[in-house]
């Protein structure tokens, strides 16, 4: 079935630094959707991504869609402690039901 | 708030114990889902509901029974659990169950532990 990777697995980062989380699928998603999870709380819905090389912002936020529509980015520039939680990836598995990667955890340095 | 409401937000419940968890959305979604979340496995679907008829189980063990009286309304019934399952349970409603361009809202989770 439709697997969705994402990488780091964890990512520490001084406050002001940039992050960036991957998304890798072993097959062509139809889009991809991103949510963020604060610690103690729930997943909330970020952006959804549907065209090839797609590029959304929101704020210092970056959500990018690859050309192959195969893999996908996060960039935060300039982290804030504000940032901190998981963060994934999420795309179209058997049944059209959503599956999610595994999360990436960013945990920022004040 | 995000619309969709879970209770209760924490439970602790022995093996032989049954209790259910209930999730409602105020969001007029036709869909209704329940995931786990534990350490080893981020976020696991377990069962898939549109329009109130059950679309997937994700093999999912036979005690954990779901329950979907209408398109506002989830349950998950719980009896002689294990301490395995103990986990955070997300409820999450959508516009419908086929891909879309709809995103999921999530509950705010129930926290399981079994004893």
């Known amino acids: 079935g439709q697997q969705v990777m994402q990488i780091p697995q964890y990512q520490h980062v001084q406050e002001g630094e940039d992050f960036t989380t991957y998304c890798n699928s072993s097959?062509?998603?139809?889009?991809i959707q991103w949510y963020k999870q604060r610690p103690g709380g729930h997943p909330v819905f970020l952006i959804q991504l549907v065209k090839s090389g797609e590029v959304k912002k929101q704020k210092r936020l970056t959500f990018q869609f690859g050309e192959a529509k195969k893999n996908s980015s996060l960039h935060i520039t300039a982290t804030q402690t504000t940032d901190v939680g998981t963060y994934f990836c999420a795309g179209p598995g058997a049944g059209n039901m959503l599956t999610f990667g595994g999360g990436t955890r960013l945990m920022v340095k004040p | 708030e995000t619309g969709v409401t879970q209770t209760p937000r924490h439970l602790v419940m022995g093996m032989t114990n049954k209790k259910s968890l209930k999730c409602e959305q105020h969001?007029?979604?036709?869909?209704m889902y329940w995931y786990k979340q534990s350490a080893k496995k981020p976020l696991e679907l377990m069962f898939v509901?549109?329009?109130?008829?059950?679309?997937e189980n994700n093999s999912v063990p036979s005690r954990f029974s779901p329950e979907c009286p209408n398109s506002s309304h989830l349950f998950l019934h719980l009896h002689t659990l294990q301490p395995e399952d103990s986990a955070l349970y997300l409820c999450?409603?959508?516009?419908?169950?086929?891909?879309?361009?709809?995103?999921?809202?999530f509950g705010s989770g129930t926290r399981l532990t079994v004893v």
């Open positions: 999450a409603s959508s516009q419908d169950s086929g891909w879309g361009n709809y995103g999921y809202t």
């Open positions: 509901y549109s329009l109130e008829e059950r679309v």
């Open positions: 969001l007029g979604h036709n869909a």
């Open positions: 097959t062509t998603l139809s889009n």
